[in-house]
């Protein structure tokens, strides 16, 4: 059974660090591209960033480059993504996901979420 599991979303003020987990069972995760998305409410879902299978290579939304980093661990069967100096425009619910192409930006499973809320 394939699960992801998404922890450390919390209330935080502005300017403060976060660290999301998301840890994988049930499939290959070393074969999966991670990705993490975020929906603030009343929006639309949004792609965060990415990591390549192997973590060599990542890509981000444009509000996140210099602030958001996402790393892997192969090992542990677990995607991280690391939010620096965060705003109040990053309220959302994080969720992350597996596809089997990095490029194509296709997630073939998801997590149920974990809640981030910045207070100004």
């Known amino acids: 059974q394939v699960q992801l599991v998404e922890s450390g979303g919390k209330l935080v003020q502005a300017g403060d660090s976060l660290r999301l987990s998301c840890a994988a069972s049930?499939?290959?995760?070393?074969?999966?591209?991670m990705g993490w998305f975020r929906q603030a409410p009343g929006k639309e879902r949004e792609f965060v960033g990415a990591v390549r299978q192997s973590g060599s290579s990542t890509t981000y939304l444009d509000s996140a480059k210099g602030r958001f980093t996402i790393s892997r661990d192969n090992a542990k069967s677990t995607v991280y993504l690391q939010m620096n100096s965060l705003k109040p425009e990053d309220t959302a619910v994080y969720y992350c996901a597996a596809g089997r192409s990095f490029n194509s930006h296709s997630y073939d499973y998801w997590g149920q979420g974990t809640p981030v809320t910045v207070s100004s």
């Open positions: 049930g499939f290959t995760f070393s074969a999966y591209a």
